[in-house]
């Protein structure tokens, strides 16, 4: 197994134990946060199984295999566009949802709820992948070998087409240009919101003389502003070069790359290599900001090296 076999597989099984510890919902976090998580959680596995392990892995040191029939190439770009669509747009609703909860105190109650939180997950994943069934019928099968479908290629009228051209022009401003755009408010917002409310904090607790004396909604508030800016500020610095490659892309109508040290291709390369790296930093992300992911997942590790230990004694 080559070096980048094995790093797909480190991304697939750092998602699923994600998924498996937050599941679990013994993270300290409230039933809100943990079904944000544990959905982007998904969708970032589903890139990762569909983008990266079946479709760059799989073409790339399986050429023979049944990947490359149509039938089967097709589903795949699908569910990588879709999946990537879905994990995107739930990153910004966990954003938008946090900040309800720190700058809404009125909405907070009947909005950052659990049920409200699964609504809103179904719904981003029913619109994410309707969005992204045309991509389906994009691709054309390259040659047909023994009466069966080889291999999925862009349509010939897919770079002229205006009608392909408007959907791609339109696909690319939902995802990641206005994402990118709406987390960035967001955030300044909520930074605004969070010293404003510091500022009328520690004058109230200076006046009664508490200044010494821990305050727990503020350490509360403060561990899900770090894992907020933690998760959003990693997806603004690993898809910046994504957007703005896009937006070269289309300006300048590149089609074609002279070859594979053209600095337009190694941009290209780079900036898609950043945004599949983004569907595994939350795993580590979540690791560095929670104390309780970390003893959890330090359980999930010693679990299976203690059945052994107990299996050698016995």
């Known amino acids: 197994m080559t070096e980048t076999e094995n790093e797909r597989q480190g991304e697939k099984e750092l998602n699923l134990l994600a998924i498996v510890i937050l599941s679990r919902g013994k993270c300290g976090l409230s039933k809100c946060i943990s079904r944000y998580l544990l959905g982007m959680a998904a969708a970032d596995l589903l890139v990762v199984i569909t983008d990266l392990i079946l479709t760059r892995v799989g073409l790339s040191y399986f050429p023979n295999s049944f990947l490359f029939i149509t039938p089967v190439c097709r589903p795949i770009m699908f569910l990588g566009s879709a999946a990537t669509v879905v994990s995107v747009w739930l990153t910004v609703a966990f954003t938008f949802d946090r900040f309800v909860a720190i700058c809404c105190e009125n909405l907070k109650t009947k909005y950052c709820t659990e049920k409200t939180a699964a609504v809103v997950i179904g719904t981003v994943s029913v619109l994410g992948c309707s969005e992204s069934v045309p991509w389906y019928f994009i691709y054309q099968p390259y040659l047909i070998i023994d009466n069966v479908l080889r291999d999925c290629v862009f349509e010939l009228n897919f770079r002229t087409s205006p009608v392909w051209a408007a959907y791609e022009f339109v ?40 200044e010494n004396q821990k305050d727990p909604e503020m350490e509360n508030r403060n561990k899900s502003i770090i894992l907020l800016f933690s998760i959003s500020g990693s997806f603004i610095l690993l ?16 089609r074609y790359y002279n070859s594979y040290t053209d600095p337009r291709y190694i941009t290209e390369a780079t900036s898609g290599m950043l945004q599949l790296l983004s569907s595994c930093t939350n795993t580590c992300i979540y690791v560095l900001t929670q104390a309780k992911f970390r003893e959890e997942l330090k359980n999930a590790v010693k679990y299976p090296l203690n059945l052994i230990v107990k299996f050698v004694k016995s």
């Open 171 to 210: 696909h690319l401003i939902l995802t990641p240009c206005v994402p990118f755009f709406l987390i960035l408010l967001l955030n300044v917002l909520t930074v605004r919101r969070i010293l404003v409310a510091s500022r009328v904090r520690r004058g109230l607790r200076g006046r009664s003389n508490e």
């Open 239 to 254: 898809w910046v070069t994504q957007v703005v490659n896009n937006i070269y892309r289309r300006i300048s109508d590149t």
